[in-house]
């Protein structure tokens, strides 16, 4: 039994429970037992009846409250193994639950030394010999880097051709979008006049709390089409020519899909993703909004003026995007998990 541990709520974000939805997947496609281990309840509208739960009862704010009911799970099976994500979970959270069975863990940040069975970081900027130093002499299995990307099956193969033109726009901002970027872009857009010239599609998570305020925009302009809470996002995104986002997987699910992309940064954990995916022209990054909202917003503006008279430029991007990923990241975990 594989128990995932994660959460998607007003503060977190969707994409953690939706990448460990992913390996679950997988996981159970290779014969292995999956439950996923919730405490917020919003977690629920992500997990959308797809893989098997328990909600842990009775804790508080202190995430240390919680380990004895994940213990009493564990006990209950032979060999358990459980997957954790969240930027919550740290040593002391892992050293808890390390001697009643195998832990796994993200670990996005790098921040400290972890008592983890396996750790899993497949961002392009995890640097295998930092790793390998921090970890010397343990036997911590290190999947590190973007061949283990858990993209979902939809993006596998994808082999996109480039369009000469620049039509479609698609605006991405998370599952809960908490700073209320989405409306803003748009009325920015509409302003501008943007909505006569492209198709805006925008895509709303499930947790997002502007529905109402962008089915108005819809409502109003013929070419702004609302997605919400759409569950095959890669049929979505293969309709843009540009697609506009934060930073998250997502830049790596444009990588599979070969979309040009213009993205930004709204949280702190995000600032490599700037380095790596911008430094080199790869897409284009606008800045943090959380800092200047209006500012980032009229840089995208302007970015989509660029892309759109140069097809040189977004043809150079897709080929960058190109040795990124494979779409087999995912099953790459799950054999590494059942193997553990």
């Given at each position: ?85 969240s930027y919550e979970f740290d040593g002391k959270y892992m050293q808890g ?54 993209l979902r099956d939809e993006f596998a193969g994808k082999n996109l051709p ?179």
């Open positions: 039994m594989v128990f995932i541990r994660t959460d998607a709520n007003e503060k977190v974000a969707t994409g953690h429970i939706m990448r460990c939805i992913t390996i679950g997947k997988k996981l159970e496609e290779m014969g292995e037992r999956v439950c996923f281990l919730l405490k917020d309840k919003d977690s629920l509208k992500v997990l959308n009846g797809q893989m098997q739960y328990q909600m842990l009862q009775g804790c508080g704010e202190d995430i240390y409250e919680e380990i004895p009911q994940i213990i009493a799970f564990l006990k209950k099976e032979r060999r358990p193994k459980i997957l954790l994500d639950l390390k001697e009643h069975g195998k832990v796994i863990s993200f670990d996005d940040m790098f921040w400290e030394k972890i008592p983890a069975d396996m750790i899993i970081n497949y961002n392009l900027y995890a640097s295998k010999d930092e790793y390998a130093s921090r970890y010397a002499g343990e036997k911590t299995v290190l999947l590190l880097g973007s061949s283990y990307v858990p480039l369009r000469k033109n620049v039509t479609t726009i698609l605006l991405i901002c998370g599952g809960g979008d908490q700073q209320h970027v989405l409306p803003k872009f748009l009325e920015k857009f509409c302003d501008d006049g943007l909505q006569k010239k492209y198709h805006i599609l925008v895509l709303a998570g499930d947790l997002n709390q502007d529905k109402e305020r962008l089915r108005q925009f819809a409502a109003c302009w013929e070419k702004i089409r609302i997605y919400e809470g759409a569950r095959k996002l890669a049929p979505i995104m293969e309709q843009a020519d540009v697609v506009i986002s934060a930073a998250s997987t997502v830049l790596y699910e444009c990588c599979a899909l070969k979309r040009p992309v213009i993205f930004f940064t709204m949280a702190d954990n995000q600032a490599e993703d700037a380095k790596t995916f911008g430094e080199n022209g790869m897409m284009h990054y606008v800045g943090d909004i959380r800092k200047d909202v209006e500012q980032v917003i009229e840089n995208v503006v302007e970015e989509i003026k660029v892309l759109e008279n140069d097809i040189q430029i977004r043809s150079d991007m897709v080929h960058k995007m190109k040795q990124v990923v494979d779409g087999n990241g995912a099953s790459r975990i799950a054999r590494a998990i059942i193997d553990l």
